[in-house]
């Protein structure tokens, strides 16, 4: 009888910074005017309650209208989600811990790179289940294309590009390795070589 010796796949926990995403929400609230409502994402932010309030004030600058702790009260309570975003009273103290709105835009980039971060654990579980999931090797190698082209579009991370193109000449190894066709020369990484041998010289392509 043969016997897996590989152990049981590990459960990761999304990155994510409650404290970080309090820190943005609250430069908003206390003076949208100064902070670049326009690079802001709801799903910059991951926590449900303060992802809530993210939507709000997206709704209300979108509708060109102000933006502060009254206004996506009202947004909240017209969408009936106040109570579960922590109330009109947590929009208030939001607003009033914030020191100063300078920070905004260093802790918004701290919450595109979890977002991103996550979008990554996103494409490896899509990943990891069309390779269980998929009829044969081709579809669960589309798949992962797929994934992994997807985490360059624009608002997924953009500085991934470097990741996803290695990725995709990944893929392409694989692809031939499949079909018994030889590489010659190295990703780079030398665990990724093992497993598909590296990549031809005509793959090798400057941005």
């Not at 909240?76 to 020191?99: F, S």
């Not at 608002?155 to 390795?177: D, P």
Request: charged share 25%; proline share 4%.
């Amino acid at each position: 009888m043969s016997r897996d010796n590989r152990s049981a796949a590990p459960v990761f926990t999304p990155p994510a910074d409650d404290e970080a995403e309090c820190i943005v929400l609250g430069c908003v609230l206390h003076k949208s005017a100064a902070c670049d409502l326009p690079a802001l994402s709801p799903s910059m932010f991951f926590h449900s309650r303060n992802v809530a309030i993210a939507h709000a004030i997206c709704e209300l600058r979108d509708r060109n209208e102000p933006v502060d702790p009254y206004t996506v009260a009202r947004v909240l309570l017209d969408r009936k989600i106040l109570e579960p975003a922590g109330g009109a009273a947590r929009l208030m103290e939001l607003a009033d811990e914030v020191g100063t709105v300078t920070v905004f835009g260093h802790w918004l980039a701290r919450l595109r790179d979890l977002a991103t971060r996550r979008a990554v654990m996103d494409a490896g579980i899509a990943i990891a289940q069309a390779a269980t999931e998929a009829d044969d090797a081709e579809s669960a190698i589309e798949t992962a294309q797929s994934a992994v082209l997807a985490l360059a579009k624009p608002g997924t991370g953009g500085g991934l590009r470097h990741v996803s193109h290695a990725i995709e000449l990944a893929m392409a190894g694989i692809e031939r390795r499949i079909r018994g066709e030889r590489t010659t020369s190295s990703t780079g990484l030398r665990a990724l070589d093992a497993q598909i041998g590296g990549f031809r010289s005509e793959e090798h392509t400057s941005e």
